[in-house]
């Protein structure tokens, strides 16, 4: 199914669930903040009690996890099939 630039943003969703090609500038600004939120995981350098660690976020920026190390942080989103992102 193709959709053109006519087309509403509620249309762009549901082309995009059967596989269809639409207009991304059409999204609404909820659709924009979806993007990427089940595949996608940032890993950000924080403090927790006094001492380093890594935060682990959603695209959306929804703490996920907390994890002592990057690298166990990086394999746990590797773990649940999502594409690991470092915040610096």
């Keep these: ?29 909820e659709q924009l ?6 595949q996608l995981a940032y890993v950000k350098p924080v403090v927790m009690n006094g001492a380093p660690g890594f935060a682990i976020h959603a695209a959306d920026g929804t703490p996920m996890a907390l994890a002592a190390d990057r690298d166990v942080a990086i394999a746990a989103i590797l773990q649940h099939e999502m594409m690991p992102a470092l915040v610096h």
């Excluded at 959709?3 to 609404?28: E, K, Q």
């Excluded at 903040?33 to 089940?38: F, P, R, T």
């Design 1 to 29: 199914m193709n959709i053109d630039a006519t087309n509403r943003p509620d249309d762009a969703a549901a082309a995009a669930a059967a596989g269809g090609v639409f207009d991304i500038r059409h999204l609404s600004v």
């Design 33 to 38: 903040a979806q993007l990427g939120v089940s």
